[in-house]
DNA sequence: ATTTAAATATGTAATTATTACAAATACATA
DNA sequence: TATGTATTTGTAATAATTACATATTTAAAT
């Protein structure tokens, strides 16, 4: 199997009715954990679902994130790009290549409340800098 | 005067050559804690300054960021935000009204390194959920 | 002061991400 | 099977950003 869960039941039990397009979208994130853009979810699954609609997966990732199924990162300028592992953890953006790296937390860092009676749904940690592949290992 | 520090004399120290379009961008960040967009800021200097162009703006953006005068912010899936405080600190961006707001740390907080080789050059801290204005604080 | 070269700014056009919207299709239920 | 609702699709609009060639300004050299 490629998935430990039934991508159909994540779907619900997020209050998503599964679909052929939604179940393609979140399988495709859970299988690639590369953070993709939606053009990147539909040029991977184009093939596949010849009708497919750009505006599909962009409705699809939308309805995920509203939904809580996935996490919405904005730490790339050129556009967004989006997570199926919504458990918490950091997110490094070489800003060379592009690549999008998990940062795994041995103990979640503690973040301050947010005062000013605003009301914090998510926090989220980014790294920015030059992955290990592009050079900046060497590099002093 | 309206800011304590010369704004020609910051550039300065930051690499950057002073001009017209450059001192008018870096003052409205300075003076405009909003953390504005490209656009923005266009549209309020433009009226003093005539032959401004959009395309300026973008390109003294770009530079300020490179030479670190300035912090650009990704939080914002609309667009680019930027911040002419390099301190660090957090934002919060409210989902509802676009309204992104400083988060001021008592202590920066403890961010993991980043393992794998790769270079971190900045972290920053993002925060989403709906301002106090917008209803946040009435709603449990 | 004048010339010259380099840096900076400008305007227009392209590119690209994303959204709006109306029509078509699929789905679930009576 | 009929009917209403949800979902998908395609096209067109919007908006952010970049590319690029030209014009202008600045600084240095003569």
Redesign the pocket.
């Given at each position: 199997m490629k998935n430990p869960v039934n991508t159909s039941d994540l779907l619900r039990r997020h209050g998503?009715?599964p679909?052929?397009?939604?179940i393609a979208v979140m399988d495709y994130l859970l299988t690639h954990r590369t953070h993709p853009?939606?053009?990147e979810i539909y040029g991977a699954l184009a093939p596949q679902?010849?009708?497919?609609?750009?505006?599909?997966?962009?409705?699809?990732?939308?309805?995920f994130v509203a939904q809580g199924a996935v996490t919405h990162i904005t730490i790339d300028?050129?556009?967004?790009r989006f997570d199926g592992d919504t458990s918490v953890h950091g997110h490094f953006l070489c800003t060379e290549c592009g690549g999008l790296y998990d940062v795994f937390f041995d103990a979640p860092p503690v973040l301050p409340q947010v005062g000013g009676g605003h009301k914090t749904t998510q926090a989220q940690v980014y790294y920015k800098g030059v992955c290990a592949h592009c050079g900046g290992k060497d590099e002093k």
């Amino acid at each position: 199997m490629k998935n430990p869960v039934n991508t159909s039941d994540l779907l619900r039990r997020h209050g998503i009715r599964p679909s052929v397009q939604r179940i393609a979208v979140m399988d495709y994130l859970l299988t690639h954990r590369t953070h993709p853009t939606a053009d990147e979810i539909y040029g991977a699954l184009a093939p596949q679902i010849p009708t497919l609609s750009k505006t599909t997966v962009y409705n699809t990732l939308s309805l995920f994130v509203a939904q809580g199924a996935v996490t919405h990162i904005t730490i790339d300028p050129r556009g967004s790009r989006f997570d199926g592992d919504t458990s918490v953890h950091g997110h490094f953006l070489c800003t060379e290549c592009g690549g999008l790296y998990d940062v795994f937390f041995d103990a979640p860092p503690v973040l301050p409340q947010v005062g000013g009676g605003h009301k914090t749904t998510q926090a989220q940690v980014y790294y920015k800098g030059v992955c290990a592949h592009c050079g900046g290992k060497d590099e002093k």
